[in-house]
């Protein structure tokens, strides 16, 4: 079936650097999302995005936080400068519409912060 | 706004016993509901969905769900589980006008031999 691509798996960074995660979303979608979860718990809805704008974020959605699909290429989370409190697992996730529709989920990508 | 209460954080069963997932939401307008999967160190995977139609809903294997308004639930049901059904169930809500998928905390499932 369709697949959400995220790249990387895992990401280890310095507290106060820059890191960018990666979601190729599926072909044919418009609609993209950022949902945070933390130690296997409940998933935290971030930030949707469609026709190249942000449409909806969260409070957890903070100024260190910027998200871009430039030319139609790869969806990014940006997190810069990143804290600690970032630590989480990050999965990106696309739909072809907005209501309705099947919304597929990336693997994640585990954000450790030290 | 939208709300999912999953009352039980973990259920456990033995294999070949039903089980039944419960999901309660709160949201006045057309909803749509669904129900994912989340094995340990895993991405989420889709089971099933509403959105109008038969309240009844099949998805992949052998999980049902059962739409009531007058109730607002969407309970998860599965007759005979298997040892792979061990996993995080969450439910999803999102209203018809927005695109913000909404998740319970999840209820985690141990099927034991």
């Known amino acids: 079936g369709p697949k959400v691509l995220q790249i990387p798996s895992h990401q280890i960074i310095d507290m106060g650097q820059m890191v960018t995660l990666n979601c190729d979303p599926v072909?044919?979608?418009?609609?993209f999302y950022w949902y945070k979860q933390i130690l296997g718990q409940q998933m935290e809805f971030l930030v949707n995005f469609y026709n190249g704008k942000v449409m909806e974020k969260s409070k957890l959605f903070k100024d260190q936080f910027s998200v871009e699909r430039p030319d139609g290429s790869y969806f990014t989370l940006k997190i810069q400068p990143t804290a600690l409190e970032d630590s989480a697992v990050y999965f990106c996730?696309?739909?072809?519409?907005?209501?309705?529709?099947?919304?597929?989920f990336g693997k994640g990508t585990r954000l450790t912060v030290v | 706004t939208q709300t999912v209460s999953q009352s039980d954080a973990h259920v456990t069963v033995f294999e070949g016993d039903s089980v039944e997932l419960r999901c309660n939401y709160s949201y006045g307008g057309s909803i749509y509901l669904s129900w994912y999967i989340q094995h340990h160190g895993r991405g989420l995977q889709f089971l099933l969905k509403y959105y109008s139609g038969n309240p009844v809903v099949q998805g992949v294997n052998g999980f049902k769900a059962e739409f009531s308004k007058s109730d607002s639930s969407f309970h998860l049901r599965k007759a005979s589980v298997h040892w792979s059904d061990s996993a995080v169930y969450f439910c999803a809500v999102k209203n018809s006008a927005g695109n913000k998928l909404t998740f319970g905390i999840g209820t985690r499932v141990l099927v034991r031999p």
């Open positions: 072909s044919n979608h418009l609609y």
């Open positions: 996730a696309s739909s072809r519409t907005g209501a309705g529709t099947e919304v597929f």
